[in-house]
């Protein structure tokens, strides 16, 4: 198939991801998802942000892909990590007038955004930025919150060797969209 056929064959259900998921990153932001397809054969590149636009990025391939091989809800984690980023620059970009929910934490991204680590150089690296941990644990929870458990949706098993205690991180995740009534 070619690259506009899957372009009309997967827009919608795209959207449909980023307005079903509203409650869940709108929590401290009203964030408007601007987002686009770009084609790389490379599917493990599922989803990119462009920190510059704020504008996420969805590889066409890895969406066809992962219905291909029966693991859709793939998708929806990666889109969610990335809007997890979006939330992050907002942040960074609030610093100055104080509404950033975190000040503190908005400093570090910040600073490991601009020295980011990207996943090719050193996955240690990569993995040990508050960003990307932030990132995981919250597309991770939403997924289980929506879900419970999908056996193909994992969080990176580098956060176990680390002593992370990813476990703790997700549960409050989890207790956060049930306090917040975020129905299904």
């Known amino acids: ?13 795209i959207q449909k991801i980023i307005e079903d998921n509203k409650k869940f990153y709108e929590l401290d932001f009203d964030i408007n998802i601007k987002w686009k397809f770009f084609a790389d054969e490379n599917v493990s590149l599922v989803a990119k942000t462009n920190r510059k ?26 889109i969610l990590h990335e809007i997890r980023h979006i939330y992050q620059i907002i942040c960074v970009n ?4 104080n509404k950033c929910p975190d000040l503190k934490k908005a400093k570090i991204y910040e600073k490991e955004f601009k020295n980011y680590s990207k996943p090719l150089r050193s996955t240690d690296s990569y993995f040990n930025q508050l960003t990307e941990f932030e990132a995981f644990v919250f597309s991770y ?6 879900y ?16 992370f205690d990813i476990e703790k ?16």
């Open 94 to 97: 609030n610093i100055s007038s």
């Open 1 to 13: 198939m070619d690259y506009k056929s899957l372009e009309d064959k997967y827009r919608t259900l």
């Open 53 to 78: 636009t704020l504008e996420l990025e969805v590889n066409i391939f890895a969406v066809d892909f992962s219905h291909q091989i029966n693991e859709p809800l793939t998708i929806e984690y990666y």
């Open 148 to 163: 419970g458990d999908v056996k193909y949706i994992k969080y990176p098993d580098f956060y176990n060797k680390q002593n």
């Open 141 to 146: 929870s939403v997924m289980k919150y929506k």
């Open 169 to 184: 991180h997700i549960k409050n995740w989890l207790e956060i969209f049930k306090n917040k009534n975020l129905f299904l």
